[in-house]
């Protein structure tokens, strides 16, 4: 089957529980995999997706394709966040002096509830998912995961991160700890 990784990804989805989190450099949800998102929510369960921001992104096209499913995302429910190239904390990533490099997100990985994750080189887009050969591992491993949750919060704080929300007009805001 030349789609098996998407259709296991979309699979373990379908089984999440309480708690999904996506870290994806390169977000474009292909239908089966926004469905799965989508049903996930609908069962209650947790969605934080991480990405890249306009400006963290080295892919413009890969990010204007993004931009289309935010709204979808947003509205069914995801807490949707966005790398800023000017995260207060990129020091952690990078070798000094940071004062004029940007951080962009290339992570490729799945947190399923709290036991399982996906550790991967395939990107949640359907080049990835669909036309690459991609190879990742899915992991049986309360402390792996717990050991990644712990690792990705500061990635989540919005000093780190954009976090996208629904305003009052139905439109999109980008809200950070500074703004």
């Known amino acids: 089957m030349p789609n098996q990784l998407a259709h296991e990804l979309v699979a373990w989805i379908d089984r999440t529980n309480e708690e999904l989190i996506i870290v994806s450099a390169y977000l474009i949800p292909t239908t089966e995999l926004e469905g799965a998102i989508e049903r996930a929510e609908t069962r209650g369960v947790r969605v934080r997706i991480l990405t890249n921001s306009l400006r963290s992104n080295n892919h413009i096209a890969a990010h204007s394709a993004y931009r289309h499913h935010v709204q979808h995302l947003l509205w069914h429910g995801a807490d949707l966040y966005e790398v800023r190239a000017r995260a207060k904390d990129r020091s952690l990533y990078m070798y000094s002096p940071i004062d004029e490099k940007k951080l962009g997100l290339h992570a490729k990985l799945i947190l399923i509830d709290q036991e399982h994750t996906f550790i991967g080189s395939a990107n949640l887009d359907p080049r990835s998912l669909h036309l690459n050969t991609e190879i990742g591992l899915f992991i049986q ?23 996208l929300q629904v305003a009052d007009d139905g439109g999109i805001v980008w809200v950070a700890d500074d703004m």
């Not at 949750?149 to 500061?154: G, N």
């Open 141 to 163: 491993s309360k402390e792996l995961n717990k050991q990644l949750r712990e690792k990705l919060e500061i990635d989540f704080h919005k000093r780190n991160a954009w976090h």
